[in-house]
Every structure is written in structure tokens, then in C-alpha cells.
């Protein structure tokens, strides 16, 4: 199925270490989600993005919605342990389908 | 807890069998949304329901898939027959609908699959 393109797969850092990661996609979305999910559990939602350019912080976590609304960043500041995870960028389709990435696993060493 | 509620949360059959899950949304959401996810992959929509009725479906959804919320409320996603391929972790979402904004949108923890 369709899915956007997000890099890198992976990331082991050490704690305290800020971590950046990005979304592509070849068509245009109106709104772009990152959500966090946690082994055996459903996602859960970190920060919405509703217009092109728009900026947006949550505590430690900043994403960017890209201006040609084909991309999106999310940025983590001075990481800590429990920011261990997978995230995943979504974008939102008509009727509230959303098309996620393939996700980016999160390690981080004490 | 307001949260979305599934129904199990891990379910083991032999090919072949029939399997129900249940998601129990949040009670305001009049949006609901199944998606299956396998393992190293981000979620794939299935489909979605506003109140009772099912508005669209994925062309992942085969014939041995069926999804029902009868009352507007909660949701049945059945899958008949299962087979090996059937495997994944199945989520269920609900959200809001107001004015063709989405806001609000969250999933529950899901109903891991196993066919053996």
C-alpha cells in the first residue's frame, strides 16, 4: 500500500544527544501527524501540522510542516531513555485515512 | 479510562479459523477506523465507519474481511478463514468529525493476531 518515505530506519544515540528525522512524500498532504508507539501498544499522537511552513513545539519536540506540503521534520532535543521508540509520520487523507511511514526506531544509550 | 478499548488484546488461531475483534471508541467520536500493521511497517488502512455506516474500504480489506458498527458505537472486524498472512497487529482509531477537520484522532492499543 501507499506509504511515505521516512529516513533514517534507525538511530542509536546517547542520551542527552538531540535526534532529527524526516518525512517525504510524493503527493500533497493538508495535514501531517508524528505519532511515537511503544512496543505492543497503538500509536500515540505527538504533534499535529495543519498548515504549510508552520512550526510547532511540544516540550522537547519540534516538527515542521514542509512548504511544498510534501514533507515534514521532528526534532527531539537533549534525548532521554524514555524517548526510546519507533515514530512514525502520517499524513491525513480525505475521509480521515492516514498514510504512515515506515516508521524511525529510536535507541537511546544511558 | 476514555481512552479507545480493544477486544483482545492478543488472540492465537489455527488456519482456518474464524477471528472477531471488538473496539469499544471514544463515545463522542462519531469517526472509526481499523488499520492493520505488520511487523517493521507503519499502519495500513483497512476502513472507516461514520456512525453506522462504512464509508470506505481498502482494497486490503478481501472478501474474508468484514467490519460492522451497528449502533454507531462500538465495532466487530471479523476475518473469516484465516490464514498465515492474516498475522499482524490489528488497531482500531476514532476521532471527532466536525466541519471536515480532523482533530482528536487516537488509536487504541490493538488485537495482536497470530494464526498458526
Known amino acids: 500500500g501507499q506509504q511515505l518515505n521516512q529516513s533514517p530506519q534507525s538511530m542509536f544515540i546517547q542520551e542527552g544527544e538531540d535526534v532529527s528525522m524526516n518525512c517525504t512524500s510524493s503527493?500533497?498532504?493538508?495535514?501531517w501527524l508524528w505519532y511515537k508507539q511503544d512496543p505492543g501498544e497503538g500509536p500515540v499522537l505527538l504533534i499535529a501540522?495543519?498548515?504549510?511552513?508552520e512550526l510547532t513545539s511540544n516540550g522537547r519536540l519540534t516538527a515542521q510542516f514542509g512548504i511544498t506540503r510534501k514533507d515534514s521534520f521532528l526534532n527531539i532535543s537533549a534525548s532521554i531513555p524514555s524517548d526510546v521508540g519507533i515514530y512514525f509520520c502520517?499524513?491525513?487523507?480525505?475521509?480521515?485515512?492516514?498514510?504512515f511511514g515506515q516508521g524511525t526506531e529510536l535507541s537511546v544509550k544511558p | 479510562d476514555t481512552g479507545v478499548s480493544q477486544d483482545p488484546r492478543h488472540k492465537i488461531t489455527k488456519r482456518g479459523q474464524n477471528v472477531t475483534f471488538r473496539c469499544d471508541p471514544i463515545s463522542e467520536h462519531n469517526r472509526l477506523y481499523w488499520y492493520r500493521q505488520t511487523l517493521g511497517q507503519g499502519p495500513e488502512f483497512l476502513t472507516y465507519f461514520q456512525n453506522e455506516a462504512q464509508l470506505e474500504k481498502s482494497r486490503l480489506l478481501s472478501d474474508r474481511f468484514s467490519a460492522e458498527r451497528p449502533k454507531g458505537s462500538f465495532s466487530t472486524l471479523e476475518i473469516q478463514r484465516t490464514e498465515q498472512g492474516d498475522s499482524a497487529m490489528y488497531l482500531c482509531?476514532?476521532?471527532?468529525?466536525?466541519?471536515?477537520?480532523?482533530?482528536?484522532?487516537?488509536f487504541g492499543s490493538g488485537t495482536r493476531l497470530t494464526v498458526v
Open positions: 482509531a476514532s476521532s471527532p468529525w466536525t466541519g471536515g477537520l480532523n482533530y482528536g484522532y487516537t
Open positions: 501540522l495543519y498548515k504549510a511552513g
Open positions: 503527493s500533497i498532504f493538508n495535514t
Open positions: 502520517a499524513g491525513l487523507r480525505s475521509g480521515g485515512k492516514l498514510i
